[in-house]
């Protein structure tokens, strides 16, 4: 997904005017650039998106909003969770708005204060889509995680999402149109004009025919959820989905629900890169499969390596994996980890081409299998947030890939009650360690965590929380990219001698 998004634009253009005027300026009589680095400082608006999140009566779907606290942020600001209308999805791109449903009158979760997470429950099929705001000091890293658990049925077990930010390009390797699959895409329009959505599926021999050519509308504040075996006739274990946008500005997701190993939701993989990350899978893997698509007009060859936790593997029969242009690809990969926490790195043997990538994780045997899924995932960056974070059911992994690096670690106060807790680990370099995450003293209710790069190379990271039956192999995985907290502005200072030119 593109990391630059229309709410950080006008964050930084709202930055921009409290910071000065614009100069413009000759460089000096030595030649030298006497340009300031740009300062980094808070967003001033925050807009995220969250999925229905489910069709089963069975479910129980918990939401945890989370703003840490930001030096520098506006000491005034709110955030504010509305209900998305659930419209009927035109194919038409020149034709009209879709109609929305009736809105719920509250949301389940009120956004409380930066420092503080917030939970709130629902229950049932009819819980609608969520459309929220945050403005000043609530939107510097505002982190909403929906998490819901089904006890049978197609896509049983833990399903759980963050919040995305609104965007208009996104890829979802992983996806499939088999018959043992029911997936989803979702699209929910925050803004108060009409976006139209192209959607294109990328099967093993290419693209593959669908009825969306035209595009699909989603009305202002609207969710749309469209079943991709109804897009396509082409029935497909591995598929690629690449969502973009017209017009206007979407947040999107995949739900994929199978009734074997259960479901989870697939969010929009890093950017198309030539080396890619995918951190955290499980220690207790019992099979993984890699997805992959290169979106350009050359084939790429990628060497396969596990960051374990003593250094770089590379998996026995699975050292290179070949990548067709505008062909997904998929690879087994087994029980990769073996015991062991790992992350998958993807590098290139040769020349460097684009390629976006995801894995299907299961956990668990026969009827306890579950499964989740892994994108290939931008770092940590300066600060990521997981909002929802039980004891005894959360795994921290983090990965650097390259040199060591130092994170700290903070556990916020629990929604019920409880003090924060810090801890700082030194991850060495090419390897994946499951991180003892501290746990806030007192905790009551659940927590959210806080990490930060601290020093050395680039950290990745993902969370894994398990079900609260021991008996059930029920998980759910999120990586963990920089929240976006901050934005760079560069320093400007007033400038009159432009006026003399």
Same mark, same amino acid.
């Given at each position: 997904?593109?990391?630059?998004?229309?709410?950080?634009?006008?964050?930084?253009?709202?930055?921009?005017?409290?910071?000065?005027?614009?100069?413009?300026? =000759? #460089?000096?009589?030595? @030649?030298?650039? +006497?340009?300031?680095? %740009?300062?980094?400082?808070? &967003?001033?608006? $925050? *807009?995220?998106?969250?999925?229905?999140?489910?069709?089963?009566?069975?479910?129980?779907?918990?939401?945890?909003?989370?703003?840490?606290?930001?030096?520098?942020?506006?000491?005034?600001?709110?955030?504010?969770?509305?209900?998305?209308?659930?419209?009927?999805?035109?194919?038409?791109?020149?034709?009209?708005?879709?109609?929305?449903?009736?809105?719920?009158?509250?949301?389940?979760?009120?956004?409380?204060?930066?420092?503080?997470?917030?939970?709130?429950?629902?229950?049932?099929?009819? =819980? #609608?889509?969520?459309? @929220?705001?945050? +403005?000043?000091?609530? %939107?510097?890293?505002?982190? &909403?995680?929906? $998490? *819901?658990?089904?006890?049978?049925?197609?896509?049983?077990?833990?399903?759980?999402?963050?919040?995305?930010?609104?965007?208009?390009?996104?890829?979802?390797?992983?996806?499939?149109?088999?018959?043992?699959?029911?997936?989803?895409?979702?699209?929910?329009?925050?803004?108060?004009?009409?976006?139209?959505?192209?959607?294109?599926?990328?099967?093993?021999?290419?693209a593959l025919k669908t009825t969306?050519?035209?595009?699909?509308?989603?009305?202002?504040?609207?969710?749309?959820?469209?079943?991709?075996?109804?897009?396509?006739?082409?029935?497909?274990?591995?598929?690629?989905?690449?969502?973009? &946008?017209?017009?206007?500005?979407?947040?999107?997701?995949?739900?994929?629900?199978?009734?074997?190993?259960?479901?989870?939701?697939?969010?929009?993989?890093?950017?198309?890169?030539?080396?890619?990350?995918?951190?955290?899978?499980?220690?207790?893997?019992?099979?993984?499969?890699?997805?992959?698509?290169?979106?350009?007009?050359?084939?790429?060859?990628?060497?396969?390596?596990?960051?374990?936790?003593?250094?770089?593997?590379?998996?026995?029969?699975?050292?290179?994996?070949?990548?067709?242009?505008?062909?997904?690809?998929?690879?087994?990969?087994?029980?990769?980890?073996?015991?062991?926490?790992?992350?998958?790195?993807?590098?290139?043997?040769?020349?460097?081409?684009?390629?976006?990538?995801?894995?299907?994780?299961?956990?668990?045997?026969?009827?306890?299998?579950?499964?989740?899924?892994?994108?290939?995932?931008?770092?940590?960056?300066?600060?990521?947030?997981?909002?929802?974070?039980?004891?005894?059911?959360?795994?921290?992994?983090?990965?650097?890939?390259?040199?060591?690096?130092?994170?700290?670690?903070?556990a916020s106060a629990g929604t019920?009650?409880?003090?924060?807790?810090?801890?700082?680990?030194?991850?060495?370099?090419?390897?994946?360690?499951?991180?003892?995450?501290?746990?806030?003293?007192?905790?009551?209710?659940?927590?959210?965590?806080?990490?930060?790069?601290?020093?050395?190379?680039?950290?990745?990271g993902s969370r894994t929380l398990?079900?609260?039956?021991?008996?059930?192999?029920?998980?759910?995985?999120?990586?963990?990219?920089?929240?976006?907290?901050?934005?760079?502005?560069?320093?400007?200072?007033?400038?009159?001698?432009?006026?003399?030119?």
């Open positions: 997904m593109k990391r630059t998004t229309l709410s950080l634009i006008a964050g930084t253009a709202a930055l921009a005017a409290v910071t000065g005027f614009a100069a413009v300026s =000759t #460089p000096d009589a030595t @030649g030298a650039d +006497t340009a300031e680095p %740009a300062a980094r400082l808070p &967003v001033e608006r $925050t *807009t995220l998106s969250c999925p229905a999140p489910s069709t089963s009566d069975l479910a129980e779907t918990a939401y945890t909003s989370f703003t840490p606290v930001v030096k520098g942020a506006d000491e005034k600001g709110e955030a504010a969770l509305t209900t998305a209308a659930a419209g009927a999805a035109s194919g038409d791109a020149e034709g009209g708005e879709a109609e929305g449903g009736e809105k719920p009158e509250k949301p389940v979760v009120q956004p409380g204060a930066p420092g503080v997470p917030v939970a709130g429950k629902t229950s049932g099929a009819e =819980t #609608p889509a969520l459309i @929220g705001t945050a +403005t000043g000091s609530h %939107a510097p890293g505002w982190t &909403v995680q929906q $998490t *819901t658990e089904v006890a049978a049925g197609t896509g049983r077990g833990l399903q759980g999402v963050d919040c995305a930010a609104p965007d208009t390009e996104f890829w979802f390797p992983g996806a499939a149109t088999a018959a043992d699959r029911t997936d989803y895409v979702h699209l929910t329009n925050p803004d108060d004009s009409a976006a139209v959505v192209d959607i294109e599926l990328y099967g093993k021999d290419g969306v050519a035209d595009g699909v509308t989603v009305a202002p504040h609207a969710s749309e959820a469209l079943l991709l075996s109804t897009l396509t006739d082409v029935k497909e274990p591995d598929v690629t989905v690449h969502v973009t &946008v017209r017009s206007g500005r979407v947040g999107a997701a995949v739900q994929a629900l199978s009734d074997k190993t259960g479901g989870d939701w697939l969010t929009a993989a890093a950017d198309p890169a030539g080396e890619l990350v995918l951190p955290g899978i499980p220690d207790d893997a019992t099979a993984v499969r890699l997805v992959l698509f290169t979106p350009g007009g050359t084939d790429a060859d990628l060497k396969v390596r596990l960051a374990s936790p003593t250094g770089p593997i590379t998996p026995a029969g699975n050292e290179t994996v070949h990548v067709k242009s505008g062909m997904t690809t998929g690879i087994d990969l087994g029980e990769v980890t073996r015991g062991e926490a790992g992350s998958l790195m993807l590098t290139p043997t040769g020349r460097s081409v684009p390629v976006v990538a995801a894995v299907r994780v299961v956990r668990g045997e026969g009827a306890e299998q579950e499964s989740a899924f892994i994108p290939a995932a931008h770092p940590v960056g300066a600060r990521a947030t997981s909002a929802d974070n039980r004891a005894k059911s959360t795994t921290l992994s983090l990965t650097a890939p390259g040199r060591a690096a130092k994170v700290k670690v903070t019920e009650g409880g003090t924060t807790a810090t801890r700082t680990y030194t991850i060495k370099g090419g390897t994946t360690q499951d991180v003892e995450a501290p746990v806030p003293a007192g905790l009551e209710g659940t927590y959210a965590l806080t990490v930060e790069t601290v020093s050395g190379g680039p950290v990745y398990t079900g609260q039956d021991d008996d059930v192999a029920s998980f759910t995985v999120q990586t963990l990219p920089d929240d976006r907290g901050t934005v760079a502005v560069p320093n400007a200072d007033e400038d009159l001698a432009v006026l003399q030119r």
